[in-house]
């Protein structure tokens, strides 16, 4: 038997129809449990802790990851597993944010939700929450075997910095192109064990909450042009750029945006290079149209999604460190988030 801790965000798993509106609401966390009596047949000892206001995953910020991350923290010594239930929309983002603020993770923290509300007919509600809740608890010889932050939706568990959500209709609504599941389930449950993270079980645990959120994502697309640029480069305590680039990296090559770009980097402010791309890797330097970036001293994303690259940012830039540290770390892979 485990221990888990079901936390209640907000988000789809917890909503029912307005009959009047038939728009989705927010309704008391309790009636969550009783809508899945199946719980009472799993061989764990479930509790539950909800937001005093659940958020709807679109409204989410660092205050949030913050509010979610102590959540945990008070609880982490009397639980053996953590079920994060979160709105679908926003879910990498913030599974993406809570990997980088718990440094020498010993235990589970699975992030789920739904396509459909709970009390629907057809929900995927049930099997989301009733599989994230084995996961978590799942031991062998009396220790957790995940000890990571994952998200599960529709039979996978995936690394939650890896994933991207893809479809707002599906219930596979996402995926991880760049890192196979860490789990499936299936009639029986299906551990990748070389694919989970394995911390060094001799260091403490440490939780990180201050977190930096000036910065942005731009996304480069063809015809973009200058003076729109440097409006946005000259945006104030601008700190931090996500650049979504095209292909293994590829930018525009004209002297006007390598100007601009050398201008932003001088000012201290730290671009780190993604692709655009479902899956695959920015390997700058590959073509001339990267090149440039990397003699600006632009940051190479390597195959992080961009949801990573946002919660990685936040977490670093908060550190104040140097130029060629914050590059030297960017790049290397902390959580797992990268090859």
Not at 42 to 66: A, C, G, Q, R
Not at 70 to 99: C, K, P, Q, R, W
Not at 172 to 177: I, K, L, M, N, P
Not at 310 to 337: A, C, H, N, Q, W
Request: aromatic share 10%; proline share 4%; net charge negative.
């Amino acid at each position: 038997m485990s221990k888990i801790l079901l936390v209640y965000t907000g988000g789809t798993i917890g909503m029912v129809k307005n009959p009047e509106t038939g728009a989705l609401e927010t309704f008391n966390f309790d009636e969550l449990l009783s809508n899945i009596p199946e719980l009472k047949l799993l061989e764990h000892d479930i509790s539950t802790v909800s937001f005093d206001d659940p958020v709807d995953s679109s409204d989410m910020d660092i205050t949030d990851y913050v509010k979610l991350a102590e959540l945990i923290e008070i609880n982490f010594e009397d639980y053996d597993g953590f079920v994060v239930l979160h709105g679908s929309d926003t879910m990498s983002y913030s599974a993406s944010m809570i990997s980088f603020m718990f440094e020498n993770l010993k235990k589970p923290i699975i992030f789920t939700g739904s396509q459909l509300p709970i009390g629907d007919l057809r929900t995927d509600a049930k099997e989301n929450l009733i599989t994230s809740i084995q996961l978590a608890g799942l031991k062998e010889q009396g220790e957790t075997v995940i000890k990571e932050v994952g998200l599960y939706f529709e039979y996978k568990l995936y690394r939650a910095n890896r994933t991207t959500k893809v479809n707002a209709e599906h219930f596979e609504a996402f995926a991880s192109s760049n890192f196979p599941p860490i789990a499936e389930s299936g009639v029986n449950l299906k551990i990748s064990y070389d694919k989970l993270i394995k911390p060094n079980l001799r260091k403490k645990m440490i939780v990180h909450k201050l977190l930096n959120d000036n910065i942005l994502i731009l996304k480069l697309f063809p015809g973009i042009n200058y003076k729109t640029l440097r409006y946005i480069f000259n945006i104030p305590h601008l700190e931090g750029i996500v650049l979504e680039t095209f292909g293994s990296g590829n930018a525009k090559t004209d002297p006007w945006f390598m100007e601009l770009l050398k201008s932003v980097i001088d000012r201290g402010v730290k671009v780190v290079n993604v692709t655009q791309c479902v899956g695959g890797s920015v390997i700058m330097g590959k073509y001339a149209t990267s090149a440039g970036l990397k003699n600006l001293g632009v940051i190479s994303g390597g195959d992080i999604t961009t949801e990573a690259a946002v919660g990685k940012m936040m977490y670093l830039l908060s550190k104040k460190l140097g130029p060629k540290v914050f590059k030297t770390i960017f790049e290397t892979s902390l959580r797992g988030e990268m090859n």
